[in-house]
């Protein structure tokens, strides 16, 4: 268990894997742990708007963390940030997203209904764009979590 460690949660960073759909844990540059993990139902490539089902990409911090009642905890990710704002007005002016659509919200790490956990184990992607753990995994990480600090990098 991480929290044996003792660990400053200031040193704690994520890094998502989507194609291997790993998360890990580091203290620096010292890989602590790596949790299997599930994304939004359309996981191939970054998100576009709001409402495509996709997990986004990028490098991103955390607004706040709280208990939910469907999904046993909800760590909200500060999506959209400065650069998810960047790639979508450009997406936009390419024509690559929809009058209309807008960048959408509300993405973040959370856990399962309960006795639902074989749902990470089989692999099967089924969130709206979040990154869903095993609820004793969202436990685990979530005493480090501190709101604006912690960085989690999320790559295809």
């Known amino acids: 268990m991480i929290d044996s460690l003792r660990l400053d949660a200031k040193t704690i960073r994520f890094h998502v894997d989507k194609s291997e759909r790993r998360f890990d844990v580091f203290a620096g540059d010292f890989l602590l742990k790596t949790y299997a993990c599930v994304l939004g139902e359309k996981p ?8 495509d089902r996709k ?5 991103f911090t955390f607004r706040s963390k709280r208990s939910h009642a469907s999904w046993h905890a909800f760590i909200w990710v500060d999506y959209p940030n400065a650069e998810s704002y960047r790639r979508f007005k450009q997406r ?46 969202v436990d685990e990480i979530y005493p480090y979590i501190l709101p604006q600090q912690t960085v989690m990098v999320i790559v295809p």
């Open 44 to 51: 191939v490539g970054d998100k576009f708007h709001q409402g």
């Open 92 to 137: 936009k002016s390419e024509g690559l997203i929809p009058a209309g659509k807008d960048i959408g919200g509300e993405i973040g790490i959370h856990g399962v209904p309960d006795g639902m956990d074989h749902w990470i184990d089989v692999g099967e992607d089924w969130t709206w764009g979040c990154i869903a753990l095993k609820n004793a995994d």
């Open 55 to 59: 997990t986004p990409e990028g490098t």
